[in-house]
């Protein structure tokens, strides 16, 4: 069975750092362009980030673009999201997940929650 | 940067046509893409390309794109089919991708 499990997501202080990491069973991330889609509570989804199968090309939502920087290990079949001057808007379940081609994202982890509190 | 717009909420009785309109600018020109997602689940796509099914979709779910409109429409909509609903597209202007701000299907 194909999954994504996302991990390193918890309390934060506002102005704070956190790691996220994705990583696969059943599959290898090393073909996949991959993504990181976010969603506030009770709010709707929000992409976040898209990095290349080869890391090549990364993109960002202009919401954290200079705070956040995605990468990927993929010797360690792992997708990342280093996250950082973290603010009560970055409160969110964090998901990756792969993209098709273009054709949308087919596969989706479980997600983890980042909450910035103090 | 591109906005795409969708009704807050949509209700349709069992067994009837749901309808769920995505508006952006020229949307016609690009590839859409549909999410369901079910409460405390991950979104699951639904439809790529406009009107392309996954396999285990059921053939229920299709979709159409022209204009300033894509559509996704649900037939014979079952209690299952209760979900938030959101179009993707891709903006090559801006290399984001862009989601809906979602509808929330219910069936009475």
């Known amino acids: 069975e194909v999954q994504l499990l996302e991990s390193g997501g918890g309390l934060v202080q506002p102005g704070g750092s956190l790691r996220l990491s994705c990583a696969p069973s059943?599959?290898?991330?090393?073909?996949?362009?991959m993504n990181w889609v976010r969603q506030a509570p009770g709010k709707g989804l929000e992409w976040v980030s898209a990095?290349?199968?080869?890391?090549?090309?990364?993109y960002y939502a202009d919401s954290v673009k200079g705070r956040f920087t995605v990468s990927r290990d993929n010797s360690k079949n792992t997708l990342y999201l280093q996250m950082s001057s973290l603010g009560a808007e970055d409160t969110a379940v964090y998901y990756c997940?792969?993209?098709?081609?273009?054709?949308?994202?087919?596969?989706w982890g479980q997600g983890t929650l980042v909450t910035v509190s103090s | 940067s591109y906005v795409l717009t969708q009704p807050p909420s949509v209700s349709v009785a069992p067994g009837k046509t749901a309808t769920i309109t995505c508006g952006g600018h020229?949307?016609?020109?690009?590839?859409v893409h549909w999410y369901q997602q079910k409460p405390g689940q991950a979104p699951v796509l639904v439809i790529y390309?406009?009107?392309d099914r996954p396999s285990g979709i059921p053939e229920r779910f299709s979709g159409s794109n022209s204009g300033n409109t894509a559509t996704l429409t649900i037939s014979r909509v079952e209690a299952g089919d209760e979900a938030d609903y959101y179009c993707?597209?891709?903006?090559?202007?801006?290399?984001?991708?862009?989601f809906g701000g979602g509808t929330k299907l219910t069936v009475l």
């Open positions: 390309y406009d009107s």
């Open positions: 059943g599959f290898s991330l090393r073909s996949y362009a």
């Open positions: 020229n949307i016609g020109s690009k590839s």
């Open positions: 997940a792969t993209d098709a081609q273009g054709a949308g994202f087919d596969y």
């Open positions: 993707q597209v891709w903006d090559s202007s801006s290399d984001h991708w862009v």
């Open positions: 990095i290349s199968n080869n890391a090549g090309s990364t």
